[in-house]
Nanobody, 129 residues
Framework: QVHPVESGGGLVQPGGSLRLSCAAPGRTASGRTFSNYALGWFRQAPGKEREIVAAIDESGGSTYYADSVKGRFTMSRDNAKNTVYLQMINLKREDTAVYYC?????????????????WGQGTQVTVSS
């Protein structure tokens, strides 16, 4: 298992930027390391279902973005630091949500909610003037 820990959320004005970080231990009990896990960023707004925002494969060579964030969000990873990032620019009020980092059970880029089993506690992002 891997236990992601998110950070970097906060209050930002519309049009502003934030960078979220997600850290995980270097090696899990199973022997897998951070670099063995693909990862995803999800978000959940009040009264709405949790949805995928972005995903990245183990090497960082392949990424996926939801249509609503394409061109504004960038997901990247630094395996040497056991950390993934979500750079968010041109934030909109509708981006307000709790953002979660998660790891899927199976290898490879994953884009479906039910493919993810290991979740962080989330970090609040509020876009408001």
């Amino acid at each position: 298992q891997v236990h992601p820990v998110e950070s970097g959320g906060g209050l930002v004005q519309p049009g502003g930027s934030l960078r979220l970080s997600c850290a995980a231990p270097g090696r899990t009990a199973s022997g897998r390391t951070f670099s063995n896990y693909a990862l995803g960023w999800f978000r959940q707004a009040p009264g709405k279902e949790r949805e995928i925002v972005a995903a990245i494969d183990e090497s960082g060579g392949s990424t996926y973005y939801a249509d609503s964030v394409k061109g504004r969000f960038t997901m990247s990873r630094d395996n040497a630091k056991n950390t993934v990032y979500l750079q968010m620019i041109n934030l909109k009020r509708e981006d307000t949500a709790v953002y979660y980092c998660a790891a899927p059970v199976l290898a490879g880029l994953r884009t479906k909610l039910n493919e993810y089993a290991f979740w962080g506690q989330g970090t609040q992002v509020t876009v408001s003037s």
